[in-house]
């Protein structure tokens, strides 16, 4: 076969898919409120999915039409209005619309000549972010695929700064050799941020937590202490800005004034919690935020946006520029006044994540993440209402942003039994398949956790998520 027979083949099956698509995507995004959060049988269903590669292939029309089936059938509806278990939002219209066409266009934004108006649009989005954060105008950004990425922007931004105190360049020797890096922070520090700090050669075990009760809230004094104790030697201090089973946070500003009296580089990770920023309700959890050094955020949580979508500020643009330093003959050099955002994080190969930001943000503004942000907090108050009104739900934190922490407990149980019994509950809730929303710990005990992030989820979803537990712990007696 010609190229020429192959193009035309292309074109006319093209032709075909998007009047496919123009039935199927409308059935798929007007589902979501309907569609079963986990569909009990989705293990089953996939039993013999895989299989080996075709020889000649099925077509597009029957695969596409298979690719629709088996999602209809076994996949997550984790945009859904019942699903609790992560901090995931939903999309709002302008941001899903804008991410089909970022795909539609096949936008590529490692630098502006790939795509101006992608690489523009990322911009903007990014200084309209700061805006809504509060964060300095001049701070550089770059958009990456969520908080893990975006810590990992920051951390190793911060690791370029600690290795040029100590006089070195630890993008181009590496840490070999070199002292262990501090690394001061709470117990609220999340899974993520260790991993990033693993890859980069710091360890997670050489994190110091300071903890003043088993739940991981900051023991200030004994920070202040191990700070001192440095005697100026350089070190990195993480506040955590919304921890993932209560939604509690780390003193913000008082622990970034304190770092501020030593020789710190002070990162906030504010991966869903910096979203309070948005609201008058509950700004002053974030307050102080602006002194840091570097702040991570998500998009895919409260922002709204489609998977996968986080961003990344750091005060000094040399170091992210030295920290990712990547530099060939056929690359734009450092010369180039046009941005390059590719050159100032991990991933040269990126898609427009910029189109469903900056669309989200034009279409609603302030006003419209004021308003998600508020439905959620008032959806969470709600669910904590609920909790407090039935016998058997204990409540287990006082919210204060979106997370309702709880248990069943049917008394007559010691705490063991109750983890136990929560724990099998929990596994029977994710297998019924109605809400996507398990356990997790706070402390030793075992807690539902539902976290409310997306603008779909109705004071009736709620309310039903309660009648179901209750039902399933009904049955398990």
Known sequence: MSDSDLGREFREEMDTLMQQLMESIPKVVGSIDTRIALPPEAGNILADFHEPLPETGTGAQATIERLIELNDKAGGNVVGPKSYHFV???????????????????????????SPTGVEMEKQALDWLKELFGLPQDWPGIMVTGATMANFVCLASGRQWWGEQLGFDVSEIGMAGLPQMPVLTSGFVHAATLKCLAVQGIGRGNVQKFCRDD???????????????????????????????????????????????HNCWVHVDGAFGLFAKASPRIAHLVEGVEKADSVTVDGHKWLNVPYDSGYAFVRDHGLMARAFRYSADYLPDQNDTRPTPGAIGPESSRRARSFAVWATLKAYGREGQRRIVEHCLDITQHCAKRVKEEERL???????????SFRYNPGGLDEEEIDDFNDKLGQAVLADGRF?????????????????SNWRTRKEDVDELIEVVLEIAASMH
């Open 88 to 114: 995931i939002g939903g999309s709002t219209p302008a941001a899903l619309a804008a991410d089909l066409l970022a795909t539609a266009y096949e936008a590529i934004t490692y630098t502006w000549v790939l």
């Open 215 to 261: 739940f991981g809230r900051l023991d200030i004094a004994a920070m202040e202490k191990a700070l001192i104790e440095l005697d100026g030697k350089p070190a990195m201090v993480i506040v955590n800005a919304g921890e993932v089973n209560a939604g509690e946070f780390d003193p913000v500003n008082e622990m970034i004034d304190l770092a501020r009296r």
């Open 394 to 404: 204990e409540l287990m934190n006082d919210p204060q942003l979106n997370i309702v």
């Open 436 to 452: 996507l929303v398990g356990t997790s710990k706070m402390g030793a005990r075992t807690i539902f956790r539902p976290a409310f």
